[in-house]
């Protein structure tokens, strides 16, 4: 077998080759070899063995010169046994490393499982959280609907007692209502002297009161002076003298600090009743009664009244000013 580094030598048992004494390897790196040969014909330059104008050297020098090859060779064989160690300890390295790289890729595709695993088992943690957000939120909502549900019978039922206690209220207000007109006129005189009118009673039938109006008669006739945000106001000068001359009979009230009438507005209605300086006389009962039915006035003896039923009114159209759309009702 040839050598693999000057192809001119045979290869010995030791895989030596005759010729350039470069060991021979079957696995020899191709980088080695290269590098072998190499340095194999830089020395044969050197030594000019292949120069023909050259004398061949005695036996002796040449001897040397081949034996001194021989030690170079020798050192050089070592070196590159040296390398090929390396070499070898570098695949050991290499064997090494990609079987630290085996067990990582082994260790990152068991981590891989692991969180592909954890992801899964997560969205199915997801899953049953929707599942059970949705069914608490139907839970709620029915819960609420029924407590709703509660709620307005209840308030349907409170509001049913509260209409059947109004309605016994008013009744017992129209007793006690027709009661006190029988005692009133039972203890009317039924003549009048030479100086004194009896005030004509105005033919206005009651009206069924509400609650907030029973509640203004009570505040009014005990405690005048509870009642505020009042609007003072009196009849305009043009709607007295309308009616003086029997042109309309519409009452036309405006704000009038120094008037003989409150306004005040309750639950939606405007309700008109006598201010605390109204004081009745025969030159203004006339007008007075144009907007209160005065029972049981006596002209020169009736002074002290009490509010039976409050006048209702509404604003006018320009906003400045309220008409009367139903007389009220004092009682002396």
Same mark, same amino acid.
């Given at each position: ?70 030690? &170079?060779?020798?050192? !050089?064989?070592?070196? /590159?046994?040296?390398? *090929?160690?390396? $070499? =070898? ?129 009570? &505040?009014?006739?005990? !405690?005048?002076?509870? /009642?505020?945000?009042? *609007?003072?106001? $009196? =009849? ?97």
């Amino acid at each position: 077998m040839k050598c693999l580094i000057c192809d001119y030598g045979l290869i010995d048992e030791k895989n030596i080759c005759s010729d350039c004494k470069f060991p021979n390897h079957p696995n020899m790196p191709d980088d080695v070899r290269i590098w072998a040969r190499r340095m194999w014909l830089e020395k044969c330059k050197n030594d000019k063995l292949f120069d023909p104008k050259n004398s061949p050297p005695s036996p002796d020098t040449q001897f040397k010169k081949l034996e001194e090859n021989q030690n &170079k060779q020798t050192e !050089k064989i070592k070196t /590159l046994e040296q390398i *090929i160690k390396k $070499s =070898e300890a570098r695949g050991d390295v290499v064997k090494k490393m990609n079987e630290e790289l085996k067990k990582t890729i082994v260790g990152v595709q068991e981590n891989k499982k692991k969180i592909e695993s954890d992801a899964q088992e997560t969205l199915e943690i997801k899953s049953q959280l929707s599942t059970l957000e949705t069914t608490v939120e139907q839970k709620l909502v029915a819960l609420l609907d029924e407590k709703i549900a509660t709620f307005q019978e209840e308030r349907s039922q409170t509001q049913k007692q509260i209409e059947d206690l109004s309605a016994e209220l008013s009744e017992v207000w129209k007793f006690l209502k027709a009661k006190q007109e029988i005692s009133t006129y039972s203890n009317s005189p039924t003549t009048s002297s030479s100086n004194q009118e009896a005030t004509p009673i105005k033919t206005s039938s009651d009206r069924e009161l509400s609650w907030q109006e029973h509640q203004l008669i009570e &505040k009014y006739n005990k !405690k005048k002076e509870s /009642l505020v945000d009042c *609007i003072t106001v $009196s =009849e305009t000068k043009q709607s007295t003298e309308d009616r003086r001359l029997g042109k309309s009979q519409t009452v036309i009230l405006e704000e009038n600090r120094r008037g003989n009438y409150w306004i005040v507005e309750q639950e939606g209605m405007t309700y008109l009743i006598p201010s605390d300086n109204l004081r009745l006389n025969e030159y203004n009962y006339k007008t007075v009664e144009a907007v209160f039915e005065c029972r049981g006035y006596q002209i020169n003896i009736s002074s002290n009244f009490k509010l039976k039923q409050p006048a209702i009114v509404k604003q006018t159209t320009d906003g400045m000013n309220w008409q009367l759309k139903k007389p009220g009702i004092l009682e002396f």
